[in-house]
């Protein structure tokens, strides 16, 4: 991350939801732990989808992404795609993601990440890997900080998309001490 220099991503393929495809992209290193990404993704079956992001990392112990990504999805068919039929995503999809981690004074570190979708589908048509991972994205912000033989830390989750059911969780503290 960081480094000055432009780079183009050509990924050609095939996938019988998506028809033939080209995954394409322009990175940019913007320098000063900076770089950016900018991608325009086309699929015969799916239509054009188009994407900015831009990550950071700094020497002070900030670091973290910003994303989105928009596709006018024309593919959109229950048949097909085994929605549910009262379930059937709009057109127009989008994804929006935020994280960031840095450290805020006396040994501490906050954390969190933020997940605007359109739909409950939208990671598992367009970012399989990582639905397989996690298919329910998390909404969080966390503070935590180590000692000798112990940390603590405090974090809250909460539901952004309505359509999951990850539960809402008040600030939680927890204290761990190590044999």
């Known amino acids: 991350i960081g480094e000055q220099g432009i780079g183009l991503i050509f990924k050609p393929g095939y996938q019988s939801r998506m028809g033939g495809y080209l995954l394409s992209g322009l990175t940019y290193g913007l320098g000063g732990g900076r770089d950016g990404r900018t991608l325009v993704d086309y699929r015969t079956v799916r239509g054009l989808a188009v994407g900015q992001e831009f990550e950071w990392k700094t020497s002070e112990g900030m670091e973290g992404m910003v994303h989105g990504y928009y596709a006018q999805d024309i593919g ?76 603590l830390s405090a974090w809250a989750r909460w539901r952004m998309n309505d359509f999951y059911s990850t539960v809402s969780r008040l600030p939680e503290v927890r204290y761990d001490y190590y044999l």
């Open 76 to 151: 959109v068919d229950y048949y097909k795609n085994n929605y549910p039929t009262n379930r059937v995503p709009d057109e127009g999809r989008y994804r929006i993601v935020l994280r960031h981690a840095q450290d805020v004074g006396l040994g501490w570190r906050m954390r969190g990440e933020m997940n605007y979708l359109s739909d409950e589908f939208v990671l598992e048509d367009f970012y399989r890997s990582e639905y397989r991972r996690t298919p329910e994205p998390l909404n969080y912000l966390a503070f935590s900080r180590n000692f000798g033989g112990s940390s």
